[in-house]
């Protein structure tokens, strides 16, 4: 079909319509919003002193039976000072607190499936490492949009650890549930 538009003519092969209340400018939005809109997107925050022994770690664990698939929407670290180390593993063994995760739609009473740990303890077991960055001073922010999915039975882990000395830690870890 040369020559032809195909986009937002409703006399062409397809035609596509904004759905939204806006008539102009069109108003297109993210999967966490919606995912927040349904009440839907989750996260867990975690703030400690990291010390060579005492590190920070968070976990989100999708159960296996679940009946939902986990999608991280964003991971956040932040230190007081440089040479820190964030980590992502997969399917790590934590111990420590299990707490409540949020629900970022704050008129929502759905819960999410995810089991969340914090804990101040290295992990163990045989985690895969999915990345691993130095940090410097501040928040860095990774955006994964939906990009790294936890099937259920499977586990993301955040480490924060630093080779000497201490510092504040916090980190934060979103998803949404489908």
Do not use: K
Not at 12 to 21: R, S
């Amino acid at each position: 079909m040369p020559n032809e538009a195909v986009f937002n003519q409703n006399n062409q092969p397809l035609y596509t319509e904004q759905v939204n209340t806006y008539v102009a400018p069109g108003i297109d939005s993210s999967p966490e919003a919606g995912a927040a809109m349904s009440g839907l997107l989750f996260g867990m925050p975690f703030a400690s002193t990291v010390t060579t022994s005492a590190p920070l770690v968070m976990q989100v664990s999708n159960p296996a039976g679940s009946g939902r698939t986990l999608y991280l929407s964003r991971v956040i670290g932040s230190t007081g000072t440089a040479s820190v180390t964030l980590t992502l593993l997969r399917n790590a063994t934590v111990g420590g607190s299990v707490i409540t995760p949020l629900n970022y739609n704050f008129g929502s009473a759905a819960a999410s499936v995810a089991v969340t740990r914090t804990a101040t303890a290295a992990p163990t077991g045989s985690p895969a490492t999915l990345m691993s960055m130095l940090l410097a001073i501040g928040p860095v922010i990774l955006d994964m949009d939906g990009r790294m999915i936890l099937p259920p039975g499977n586990s993301i882990t955040l480490t924060i650890t630093i080779a000497s000395g201490s510092t504040a830690a916090t980190g934060n870890i979103s998803w949404w549930e489908y």
